[in-house]
């Protein structure tokens, strides 16, 4: 089977200006990043601020260039694609519905921006398609006529999916689309994606750190660290028994309600990831548990097999 999406080796370096005299740094956001992605499934991207997953939502948006690698959808390399064909393919939600839509439109003009923007339907389909996506996502025709600060978090956040949907896209890319909303809003938005999901045949990229809304919605999850994909496997999979430190170690992070128990020791100690100077050898290893020598000077390959893919030298 074709695959949905496909990346291969996607890299992304910046240029960080550390002070007026001093030279700038080299950033590797995004490291030779490889994975694809069933028809209708959900790959959930999770990992710690600054891991790389915005990046690299953002890279296969098309909204920066990668350094090296390339993504394709049913075997079309999206850099040889204009931005109205990529658009067709892929689109995005994002973590703010009200940073991400124009205050000064109103819902229906919101929505009806990728059709305009295609430039090749008339305004009455437009009409059509507009009303079609704003009741898909459960909102009225006299809530197209509002303005984003009349409506609630929620309902943002649903033109904002509307908006995505209208050029019936086969691939949405959600980064955080729930982090800025209340937990009854969060479940509320979840089901909506998952019944678009099986109604539409979509298939997600889900990036988020929240691990519980990642285990109730992805297929298949990918933990990143430091740029890299250190852990890849079927949800059910990787919750139950995850095998790279840096999994459990987030596993075990996760609060728990019952009063008395505190913030969790994951065992990480003090040491912060730093994607400016990335360490030989394990990137992970300066933080890890269990390390032994050959992690601080041996870079582990990365291992596939039925579990799925693990990049530790000790799993």
Do not use: W
């Amino acid at each position: 089977m074709t695959a949905a999406i496909e990346v291969r080796g996607l890299r992304r370096e910046f240029r960080v200006r550390q002070g007026v005299f001093a030279p700038p740094k080299r950033v590797i956001a995004v490291d030779d990043v490889s994975f694809a992605v069933p028809p209708g499934s959900v790959l959930g991207v999770v990992g710690e601020s600054g891991c790389g997953k915005s990046t690299l939502a953002r890279l296969i948006l098309g909204l920066l260039e990668p350094t090296a690698g390339d993504v394709v959808v049913d075997g079309q390399r999206l850099s040889a694609m204009d931005r109205r064909a990529r658009a067709r393919l892929i689109q995005p939600v994002f973590q703010d519905p009200f940073a991400s839509l124009n205050p000064k439109r109103r819902v229906r003009d919101i929505v009806a921006m990728p059709l305009i923007a295609q430039g090749d339907m008339a305004g009455r389909d437009i009409d059509r398609r507009v009303a079609e996506a704003l009741e898909r996502v459960g909102l009225s025709v006299d809530q197209g006529t509002r303005y984003p600060a009349q409506l609630s978090g929620g309902q943002r956040q649903r033109v904002a999916i509307a908006r995505a949907l209208v050029l019936r896209p086969r691939i949405v890319v959600c980064d955080e689309p729930t982090s800025a909303l209340d937990v009854s809003v969060q479940a509320q938005i979840l089901n909506l994606l998952a019944e678009l999901r099986r109604d539409l045949g979509l298939t997600y990229l889900f990036i988020s750190h929240n691990l519980a809304v990642v285990e109730h919605i992805a297929t298949e999850v990918a933990v990143m660290y430091l740029g890299r994909i250190v852990e890849r496997a079927e949800s059910e999979t990787l919750f139950a028994a995850p095998r790279h430190p840096y999994t459990r170690a987030l596993l075990a992070s996760v609060l728990t309600p019952e009063p008395g128990l505190g913030v969790p020791d994951v065992g990480l100690g003090d040491v912060m990831p730093d994607p400016a100077n990335i360490p030989p050898g394990c990137r992970f290893h300066p933080r890890c548990p269990v390390a032994v020598g050959q992690c601080s000077t041996e870079a582990p390959r990365p291992a596939n097999d039925a579990a799925g893919l693990v990049e530790c030298h000790l799993a």
